[in-house]
């Protein structure tokens, strides 16, 4: 069993700053190879918002360059995104993406069950 766990997500206002973090944890040895953060807002598709692979390159959505960082510590398995001069459009479910290498078996398929972040005045 492998789990991804998010938190820091709640409520900030327009301009704020928000950091969230996932941590992937389990029984089994695991290995992250890339992880990245997603986004839905209601009634809209999931959305990549920033990725992270081992080797560092990094890869952001238009609407976040900038405003967003993505980093990771692929040692802990973990990932992080600081958000900062949030706008109400960032209003979403953010959620967690593991590229991971799990006792020998690699699957990009592996998902956190979301945290909200909310913008608004």
């Known amino acids: 069993q492998v789990q991804l766990v998010e938190s820091g997500g709640g409520l900030v206002h327009p301009g704020g700053s928000l950091r969230l973090s996932c941590v992937a944890t389990?029984?089994?040895?695991?290995?992250?190879?890339?992880m990245g953060w997603y986004r839905q807002a209601p009634g809209k598709q999931r959305d990549l918002v920033a990725s992270?692979?081992?080797?560092?390159?990094?890869n952001y959505a238009d609407p976040v360059k900038g405003r967003f960082t993505i980093s990771a510590d692929f040692a802990k398995n973990t990932v992080y995104l600081q958000m900062n001069s949030l706008k109400p459009e960032d209003t979403a479910v953010y959620y967690c993406?593991?590229?991971?290498?799990?006792?020998?078996?690699?699957?990009?398929?592996?998902w956190g069950e979301g945290t909200l972040v909310t913008v608004s005045s």
């Open positions: 389990g029984i089994l040895s695991i290995n992250a190879k890339a």
């Open positions: 993406n593991g590229d991971l290498l799990v006792d020998g078996i690699r699957d990009v398929g592996y």
């Open positions: 992270i692979a081992e080797d560092g390159h990094t």
